[in-house]
């Protein structure tokens, strides 16, 4: 990674910190946070779709009972997942994200989008966007923004996207607890 876009990175991580916060506060929506049983964010294989997610208790529960032997999948696979905030009818925190994130990324044609300095290429891009939604998620755990929903899931997971399973744990792993952790590890099928 070069340095501008480490530097980019950090400083993006920073500034979407409440963003994301505001986001998963609104795919939850009114309901009591008891019964929500997964929050998170997801992105699409480019990175530039940023999307909150939230699952009820409710959807679950149903999911559980329909294929109990997929009770993990259920739990942690955020695409399994009910609640957006599309459907809270809140505005969406994240629109600003994304249009600025579709102009940053590098085009097809070698240039580089709206960043302001030479982004080596969309595989660099997305890895810096996926990292700086990790470490403002991390940076939201540490300041205890998970600690309403102990009991759910709390992920991030790109989507359709060719990253590995550690990677995927590593990312979610500040976010949960070490009981949290290694359902997320048994999900991944990495232990």
């Known amino acids: 990674m070069t340095e501008d876009l480490a530097a ?52 679950l529960d149903a999911m559980v009972a329909d294929e109990p032997e997929f ?42 989008g709206t960043a302001g300095f030479a982004v080596p290429g969309m595989q660099e891009f997305r890895h810096a966007v996926w990292g700086a939604i990790a470490a403002a998620m991390a940076a939201s755990a540490a300041e205890g923004f998970f600690d309403r929903w102990p009991t759910a899931a709390h992920v991030f997971m790109p989507l359709d996207a060719d990253v590995d399973e550690q990677q995927l744990a590593d990312w979610s792993a500040p976010l949960n607890d070490a009981e949290g952790v290694a359902e997320l590890r048994a999900f991944l099928q990495l232990d």
Request: aromatic share 4%.
């Open 8 to 59: 980019w990175q950090a400083e993006l991580a920073d500034r979407i910190q409440p963003m994301l916060e505001a986001a998963m506060l609104a795919a939850a929506g009114s309901r009591p946070d008891g019964e929500i049983a997964g929050i998170g964010i997801s992105t699409d294989a480019d990175a530039t779709s940023v999307v909150a997610f939230a699952n009820s208790r409710q959807n």
């Open 71 to 112: 009770a993990l999948d259920s739990k942690w696979h955020i695409g399994e997942w009910d609640l957006d905030v599309t459907g809270s009818g809140a505005p969406d925190p994240l629109e600003p994200l994304r249009a600025e994130l579709v102009q940053a990324k590098p085009s097809a044609d070698g240039s580089t």
